[in-house]
């Protein structure tokens, strides 16, 4: 088992959002669950070194360093299954996707992605809004991509459609 920050930047990450903000207590939870899992993942027989953790108290981050050993279909299989596990015992959706979590000031805020693109139609949402980009593949791409202005994410794509 590693930290997120020892991971190399070449580790694989999945992005799970929550449908709502974690209290202090549901991460510690998370935490506790996590590192049982962890300590058990492997794939094809081999252990994992892999890491999970919370940020902005809404995005579980799984990262797995293949460096050792892939993380091949059953690898994966088992960690999304400790998702929903997580996610059923709890009754938090670690599967949500059509929110969006976007930066006013000094706080994240969601918004349905319909009234999303409704806020940004109303030049509510500039190129500069920051929005997290939960399409992140690799650790380093986390560290330096999770957080961007609109005019640099995806929503920027398809805006242009």
Known sequence: MMRMHEMPDEARVWLYQANRFLSADEVAHIDTKSNDFLANWTSHGAA?????GIVHNRILVVAADEQKSLASGC?????????????????IDFFQRTTVLYRTDAAWNEA???HFW??????LVSDDTLVLDTTVRTIGQFRSELE???SR???????KR
């Open 153 to 159: 994410s995806w929503h920027a794509e398809m805006w």
């Open 148 to 150: 961007k202005p609109f």
């Open 112 to 114: 349905a992605l319909h």
């Open 118 to 123: 409704a806020m940004r139609k109303a030049l």
């Open 48 to 52: 994992m070194d892999a890491a999970i």
């Open 75 to 91: 690898g994966i299989d088992k960690s999304v299954r400790f998702v929903q596990e997580l996610s059923q015992a709890m009754g």
